[in-house]
């Protein structure tokens, strides 16, 4: 019998969350019972598989022999080749390392900590109620008026509650400038983003007056369900958008206007693990700031400053994405270059250098070889500036501009302190990045002011260049100082700050493959193992 165990990011405490069914008598058990998991592409999801030899009904574990175990996250699952992984089985508990949280091995059960003890093959499978993706477009009438010398700059929130009875942002439209009966444009969303799949679950509209300063006033808002809105156009799905403030000082309150349904359609599309689960390769990079306003190295006020006893705010960031995006990379080899420092042995200033010091080959393997060349470098460069994005955001374009066949595609994390200094080019390099397979993720440490990431981030206005608007929107920027927890439980706000940046990784990945009418590979065929074998599916 297998047990799987999912681990709370919180506390870390593994939880058990089902058994298979019990075959007797074989050492190559092939499980039929499967195990029906919530996947997020953003989140490092944490699996152990205990195997037991049950030698009675007692549904106490205890009692019956332990065979082996093995850990892996689901995302490395979801990676491997077909989503298939095959892993060794050890023998011997493990505990969790205080303040690593990696599992240890221990002795108990009488095992050799460390034994293998055959494999496990476990794949993982979409389920399909997963791919209906719907296609809708609004109208408003008669907004209230927000601006003082204009009318309004409309734009809609849409939330999906939640089972605690909370709202989740799921999508933004576009703002209509200067109109009180925008008409927006038709938007696609993932069926499951909009309602999990729950056809009768609230779904709330929230309608804004856009300000350029980030204050924007608050419409109105009205509720609706994908049940309502799947009626297509039609009586009703004509909402009133109420203020409730002026619901409630104003008795002749009417509305702040009406939004209308303009056309509804669903379609099943192609998801991201579809595309992952034919080969896709994802690919990441990492960028790191070496500019002076990132202080002196050696001093502890330094952004960069090397803490014995805890990582640096460049590094934490960097562990968070990296450890989540690398189950998608089979080589695990990572470019990872630097920018605003004069390199030796010249002291020239380079804005696209190699952090360990290899032009030919930048690659380090895994986050820990990043890590150790950041580390390394910070010893030989000196931090110099300005802050110029657009030579890493042409490095990995020409990269991805080299492969738009759908097999690979590009993430760059770009870790900054400070405010940019070539703002022009790097909007060039960005509009140019949308027409090709990558991402870019821009995480801002330290004080500074990071008003121009917002604009980069293009969520509420699509960046532009030379009256060239951005295909695609593909830089989402977060503040990492949103994301220092005051209790010092750094495993759990990095968790958060990982979620964030990558929660729109998938959606990006599918516009660029549609907007190419790229399909899928068919996934390779199942690998037909011999010997000792334990398979289960999740």
């Known amino acids: 019998m297998c047990v799987l165990y999912t681990q709370g990011i919180e506390t870390k405490q593994w939880r058990e969350f089902g058994r298979t069914e019990v075959i ?26 205990d195997l037991y030899d049950v030698d009675s009904k007692s549904p106490d574990l205890s009692k019956h022999d332990f065979l082996g175990q093995t850990f892996c996250t689901l995302g490395e699952i979801v990676g ?44 993982a499978e979409e389920l399909g109620n997963c791919r209906d993706v719907a296609t809708m477009q609004f109208c408003a009438n008669k907004l209230d008026k927000k601006d003082f010398f204009g009318k309004s700059d409309p734009f809609m929130v849409f939330y999906r509650s939640n089972e605690d009875g909370t709202f ?57 369900s994908y049940r309502e809105l ?37 379609e099943s599309e192609h998801t991201f693990l579809d595309y992952i689960k034919g080969g896709t390769q994802i690919n990441f990079t990492v960028a790191i700031d070496f500019t002076a306003s990132n202080g002196n190295p050696s001093q502890s006020t330094s ?5 014995p006893y805890q990582l640096n705010a460049y590094a934490m960031a960097l562990k968070a994405v990296g450890e989540i995006i690398q189950d998608y990379d089979s080589d695990k080899m990572f470019p990872a270059l630097g920018f605003g420092a004069k390199i030796p042995p010249d002291g020239r200033v380079s804005h696209e250098f190699p952090l360990n010091g290899n032009s030919d080959n930048p690659h380090c393997s895994g986050i820990e070889g990043i890590l150790e060349a950041y580390h390394e470098s910070l010893k030989t460069v000196q931090l110099y500036g300005p802050t110029n ?34 703002m022009a080019q790097t909007k060039e390099a960005i509009v140019n990045a949308a027409k090709l397979p990558m991402s870019i993720i821009i995480v801002g440490v330290g004080q500074a002011e990071f008003d121009a990431m917002v604009e980069l981030d293009g969520d509420d206005i699509r960046i532009s260049s030379r009256g060239k608007i951005a295909e695609r929107d593909i830089v989402q920027f977060v503040p990492f100082r949103d994301y220092i927890d005051r209790t010092g439980n750094h495993v759990l706000s990095m968790a958060r700050l990982a979620k964030d940046v990558l929660a729109e990784i998938p959606d990006q990945f599918i516009s660029y493959m549609k907007g190419r009418s790229i399909k899928p590979n068919p996934a390779p065929p199942p690998y037909a193992p011999t010997g000792q074998t334990l398979q289960t599916e999740i």
């Open 24 to 49: 007797d008598n074989t050492l190559n058990p092939d499980f039929v019972r499967k195990f029906i998991l919530d996947y997020f592409f953003e989140e490092k999801q944490n699996l152990r598989f």
């Open 80 to 123: 491997s080749p077909g989503s298939r992984l095959e892993k060794h089985l050890t023998i011997g508990a493990f505990t969790l390392h205080s303040k690593t949280g990696k599992p240890m091995p221990s002795v108990s059960n009488g095992g050799i900590p460390g034994k293998k003890c055959g494999t496990i093959i476990l794949s």
């Open 168 to 224: 989740t942002i799921c999508h933004k439209t576009e703002v209509v400038k200067n109109t009180l009966n925008p008409v927006w444009q038709s938007f696609s969303i993932p069926v499951r983003a909009l309602c999990n799949g729950d056809y009768d679950r609230t779904i709330k509209v929230e309608v804004y007056d856009w300000d350029r300063d980030g204050s924007h006033d608050f419409i109105g808002e009205f509720t609706t």
């Open 230 to 266: 799947a009626r297509g156009q039609s009586q009703f799905n004509v909402y009133e958008v109420v203020n409730p403030k002026k619901k409630m000082k104003k008795k002749k309150y009417i509305n702040s206007g009406t939004v209308t349904l303009l056309s509804f359609a669903t």
């Open 303 to 307: 952004l960069h400053y090397m803490n």
């Open 389 to 422: 994005f657009a030579p890493v955001v042409n490095h990995v374009a020409r990269y991805a501009a080299a492969v738009q066949d759908g097999s690979q595609y590009f993430i760059l994390l770009i870790i900054t302190d400070g405010v940019i200094s070539d």
